[in-house]
């Protein structure tokens, strides 16, 4: 656990490196913090710093940077644990926020679309926009339907009115016996289950209980994964995808650009990691979820539920933006998707 004056030292540090974009020495500390200590105070300071990891030693200079213990701390006790103050700090951010919701529109994707498009404005940073459906459906029933020997229809039913259904092709006789056991396998198994707990089972327990039963394992999964895509009704959009380019270096391997490309323009992976987001914000530094390379980056993620919808709007910028300023925006937008 760090001392007031240790946290005040790293705070210090945070910040100054974000505005100078240099190493940040002992005397520069000095300078500019209110503390009223020595010069080998600070320097002592930093070294107990450095040891628990939160700062390191740059390499061009005698100067400290934040490490990525220093930064997980530091933005964990901006949204967790300290009174910040920061509405009067940005009022002016918070005001531009108030006025799009000013003229709310019942869509809440077009609300999200407005205020991606003013973060933009006001950071110059890319603004992700994910929304999915909040419903959860439960398994009410399975039907197949005899379509030859050894093709069949399975039909799933949710308890919300959801159909779903595929056709298969069985490596075993489907004569009626088979079927109504078959059928009679699932429906005990999985009625009353939510979709991603019957996706489990279709992929683990079903085909045991099948082996035992017809000496044969079928894997029905895709059938109930089909339908949990369906269900969720997803929406995602990148707004100023090409600012990216403002954020890599010029002397960066383009394999790690285009991966980074790839990831934010619509991936499987970046859909379940905003799927992952809970209620509130949440700050992710690249070694968290971007490909090599990318590490200097960093995803602040504001997430809110609205009825069935739940909405996630995640701002891509350096790890050494202004937290406190992101922070403030992104709490007003949640401030206000809650009015």
């Not at 940077?65 to 940005?90: C, F, K, M, W």
């Amino acid at each position: 656990m760090l001392t007031p004056r240790q946290h005040e030292i790293l705070d210090l540090i945070v910040r100054l490196y974000a505005s100078l974009e240099s190493p940040v020495g002992s005397k520069t500390l000095l300078k500019k913090s209110l503390l009223e200590v020595s010069p080998a105070t600070i320097r002592n300071e930093m070294v107990v710093l450095e040891k628990n990891g939160y700062i390191v030693k740059a390499h061009t200079s005698s100067g400290r940077i934040p490490s990525y213990e220093g930064y997980r701390y530091y933005v964990d006790r901006l949204i967790h644990h300290e009174n910040r103050s920061l509405a009067d700090q940005y009022q002016s951010d918070r005001q531009a926020v108030k006025e799009i919701f000013d003229n709310r529109s019942q869509d809440s994707f077009k609300m999200a679309k407005m205020v991606a498009d003013l973060l933009v404005s006001l950071t110059n940073y890319p603004t992700l926009i994910f929304e999915q459906s909040n419903e959860e459906h439960l398994i009410d029933n399975f039907k197949l339907v005899h379509l030859s020997d050894h093709q069949v229809m399975l039909v799933l039913l949710t308890n919300l009115g959801y159909v779903e259904s595929r056709i298969y092709t069985m490596q075993f006789d489907l004569n009626p016996q088979v079927m109504n056991e078959l059928i009679q396998l699932l429906n005990d198994e999985l009625i009353g289950v939510s979709l991603e707990d019957a996706y489990q089972r279709l992929k683990l327990t079903i085909p045991m209980l099948m082996q035992r039963r017809f000496g044969i394992a079928y894997d029905f999964s895709d059938l109930v994964e089909r339908a949990i895509h369906q269900v969720k009704g997803q929406r995602y959009q990148v707004l100023a995808k090409n600012n990216l380019f403002d954020l890599i270096g010029a002397q960066e391997d383009v394999s790690h650009f285009k991966d980074l490309f790839n990831l934010i323009d619509g991936s499987k992976e970046i859909f379940e990691l905003l799927e992952q987001r809970d209620l509130g914000i949440d700050v992710l530094f690249g070694q968290d979820f971007l490909p090599v390379g990318n590490e200097h980056l960093a995803l602040v993620t504001g997430t809110v539920k609205q009825d069935n919808q739940k909405m996630t709007i995640g701002i891509l910028g350096p790890s050494t933006m202004r937290f406190t300023r992101i922070i403030a925006l992104m709490e007003q937008v949640l401030i206000e998707f809650n009015h």
